[in-house]
C-alpha cells in the first residue's frame, strides 16, 4: 500500500463556529486530494517522468534488456520499455484506479494499493523506491494545488454564513445580535 498525504499551512482566520471551519477544511483538502489522483498521478507513468519527476537513475543492463524484451515481443513491457515505473503495466492499471479520498480538517490521504513489489521502504540494495517515485510531487503540482484550494475555500466561504456573535452591554439585561 502507498499512502500519499496532502498537508496545508493555514495562514488565516475564518470567523465560524468550529464545525463549519472543519468542514469547510475537509472539502478544501479532499479538492486538493481528488485533484492530485485525477491530474497529476498519471503522469507519472508517462515517457518524461524520469525528467520531470528525478527518478532515481536505472542501470545501463535494466534499462538495454527492457528495450529488448519490448522489441521482441518476448516479456511483458509495456509502453516500449521506456517509462521506469512500468514494466508489465500492473503497477498502472492498479494506481489508475480510483482510490478513496479521505479529508480530515487537517489532511487528506489516500491510500493506493498497487502491486506487492512496491513499497515505501524498498528492500534489497537494487530496488528502487518506486513508491516515493509516485509519490512526489514538484513545483507545478504544488503552485495547481494551492490554486485548487484556495478556489474551493474561497467559493465556500461564499457560500457559508459567519458565526453570529452576541454582544451584551454591561448593566444592561438584553441581548443584543449583530
Do not use: C
Not at 478556489?151 to 461564499?158: D, N, P, Y
Amino acid at each position: 500500500m502507498i499512502a500519499f498525504g496532502v498537508t496545508m499551512a493555514e495562514e488565516h482566520t475564518l470567523r465560524l463556529s468550529r464545525r463549519q471551519r472543519d468542514e469547510i477544511l475537509k472539502t478544501v483538502y479532499y479538492a486538493v486530494g481528488w485533484r492530485w489522483q485525477e491530474k497529476w498521478l498519471p503522469r507519472h507513468f508517462s515517457r518524461r517522468a524520469r525528467e520531470r519527476y528525478n527518478y532515481g537513475k536505472r542501470s545501463i543492463k535494466w534499462q538495454q534488456r527492457k528495450l529488448r524484451e519490448a522489441k521482441t515481443g518476448k516479456g511483458k513491457v509495456k509502453k516500449g520499455g521506456r517509462v521506469d515505473i512500468v514494466y508489465t503495466g500492473l503497477a498502472e492499471s492498479l494506481f489508475a484506479k480510483r482510490h478513496a479520498v479521505r479529508a480530515f480538517p487537517t489532511r487528506a490521504t489516500i491510500n493506493m494499493h498497487g502491486p506487492r513489489y512496491i513499497g515505501m521502504r524498498p528492500r534489497g540494495k537494487s530496488r528502487h523506491a518506486i513508491g516515493q517515485e509516485i509519490t512526489r510531487v514538484i513545483e507545478e503540482e504544488v503552485l495547481d494545488l494551492d490554486q485548487v484550494a484556495q478556489a474551493t475555500l474561497e467559493a465556500l466561504l461564499k457560500s457559508t454564513p459567519s458565526k453570529r456573535t452576541i454582544i451584551r452591554p454591561r448593566g444592561a439585561g438584553g441581548k443584543f445580535e449583530s
